[in-house]
């Protein structure tokens, strides 16, 4: 690998178990990549962003990887807890103490500004899922230098989009890389990865 590489993907094969989706994937992410992760409903996109995040096995092939955050549909909010106790735990995961003013901050980034002490179990799906993007107003490469994304502009307004696209790309400019999966562009990319060429 690299040695300066966030993110190695090198013949890795996607899929569960047995059943294979694609061969011999491979990718190297840099500090400053923000690549597009593309390919059909079924290609296994997010099959891969777990493998990378270690949730699924590896079949074939070799990953290496930096610390990551990995933002998924399962979106990891406590309904018994407010806005802000979720965010300081997310954060806290990555030993981040957020004060009260970057905890208000990035709630602001993400619309959800006022709403810290709504108890999480009163807000839409849309809502609970910024509480998950909130995190990366304040997270930078030092905590974890590589961002998995899946479809991390799902259900978003085009303000939002727009936020939290320059946002991917200050991180990356500050050192890191993303690995985002999109049904729609996703501006500022450098890199895309399009599992139909890897497809068996």
Same mark, same amino acid.
């Given at each position: +690998?690299?040695?300066?590489?966030?993110?190695?993907?090198?013949? /890795?094969? /996607?899929?569960?178990?047995?059943?294979?989706?694609?061969?011999?994937?491979?990718?190297?992410?840099?500090?400053?990549?923000?690549?597009?992760?593309?390919?059909?409903?079924? %290609?296994?996109? !997010?099959?891969?962003?777990?493998?990378?995040?270690?949730?699924?096995?590896?079949?074939?092939?070799?990953?290496?990887?930096?610390?990551?955050?990995?933002?998924?549909?399962?979106?990891?909010?406590?309904?018994?807890?407010? /806005? !802000?106790?979720?965010?300081?735990? %997310?954060?806290?995961?990555?030993? #981040?103490?957020?004060?009260?003013?970057?905890?208000?901050?990035?709630?602001?980034?993400?619309?959800?500004?006022?709403?810290?002490?709504?108890?999480?179990?009163?807000?839409?799906?849309?809502?609970?899922?910024?509480?998950?993007?909130?995190?990366?107003?304040?997270?930078?490469? !030092?905590?974890?230098?590589?961002?998995?994304?899946?479809?991390?502009? !799902?259900? %978003?307004? #085009?303000? +939002?989009?727009?936020?939290?696209?320059?946002?991917?790309?200050?991180?990356?400019?500050?050192?890191?890389?993303?690995?985002?999966?999109?049904?729609?562009?996703?501006?500022?990319?450098?890199?895309?990865?399009?599992?139909?060429?890897?497809?068996?």
């Amino acid at each position: +690998m690299n040695s300066s590489a966030i993110l190695s993907l090198e013949n /890795v094969s /996607v899929g569960r178990g047995d059943f294979v989706l694609c061969n011999d994937v491979n990718l190297t992410l840099l500090a400053g990549d923000v690549c597009h992760l593309t390919g059909e409903n079924g %290609l296994g996109k !997010t099959t891969l962003l777990n493998q990378i995040a270690g949730l699924l096995p590896t079949i074939q092939g070799k990953i290496t990887k930096s610390k990551l955050v990995y933002i998924s549909h399962q979106l990891g909010i406590s309904p018994a807890l407010t /806005v !802000t106790q979720n965010l300081r735990f %997310l954060l806290t995961l990555y030993q #981040i103490q957020a004060n009260d003013d970057m905890i208000n901050q990035a709630l602001d980034e993400v619309g959800l500004y006022g709403l810290g002490d709504t108890s999480s179990i009163q807000l839409s799906a849309g809502q609970k899922r910024r509480i998950g993007l909130a995190r990366l107003f304040i997270m930078t490469p !030092t905590h974890a230098p590589l961002w998995l994304l899946d479809e991390p502009l !799902t259900a %978003l307004d #085009i303000k +939002m989009v727009g936020k939290l696209e320059n946002r991917m790309q200050e991180f990356a400019k500050a050192g890191g890389a993303v690995l985002a999966t999109s049904h729609q562009l996703i501006q500022g990319t450098n890199r895309t990865l399009d599992l139909a060429e890897f497809a068996l």
